[in-house]
């Protein structure tokens, strides 16, 4: 009987030790993205909220960084949109075809607490037929 009860005082003593008045004490993800849908034209929200957060949020698509600013240089349609400086959800408008792929919310880490990402999702993009979209190609695309 008396070493279950040190068993006991110590994953109390755990428990607490990764709580800090009431809550975590590293940063964690209160909201993650979900796989979505949107019709092309239309407007797009992947969402990610982090608790304790200390890093910097960032956006990957198809595993390519597209930065820590809020407006998102280099894509004009891309925003991380959010009041608080905890959301750092992705707004895409209006959403093209080119949007398509699997996007994942990042945050750093700092003082001594580890970086998160979440979950990797899929945007697909419903286009409108009749409707061609033309992407301009990269000098790394052409052939000789």
């Not at 993800?29 to 909220?49: D, Y």
């Not at 945007?123 to 790394?140: C, D, F, M, T």
Request: proline share 6%.
């Amino acid at each position: 009987m008396g070493s279950y009860q040190v068993v006991t005082l110590l994953l109390i003593f755990v428990h607490i030790d990764h709580y800090a008045q009431g809550g975590p004490t590293g940063q964690y993800f209160i909201s993650t993205p979900t796989n979505i849908t949107v019709n092309s034209g239309h407007h797009a929200r992947l969402l990610c909220t982090i608790g304790n957060m200390v890093g910097t949020c960032q956006w990957t698509r198809d595993g390519f960084a597209l930065g820590t600013d809020r407006n998102l240089p280099g894509f004009p349609r891309y925003l991380l949109a959010g009041n608080k400086e905890n959301i750092c959800d992705l707004t895409i408008d209006p959403v093209q075809p080119v949007d398509e792929g699997e996007y994942q919310c990042q945050v750093s880490g700092g003082h001594g607490v580890a970086p998160i990402s979440s979950a990797p999702v899929t945007l697909s993009v419903n286009k409108e037929s009749g409707q061609p979209y033309i992407v301009q190609a990269r000098e790394e695309d052409m052939m000789e």
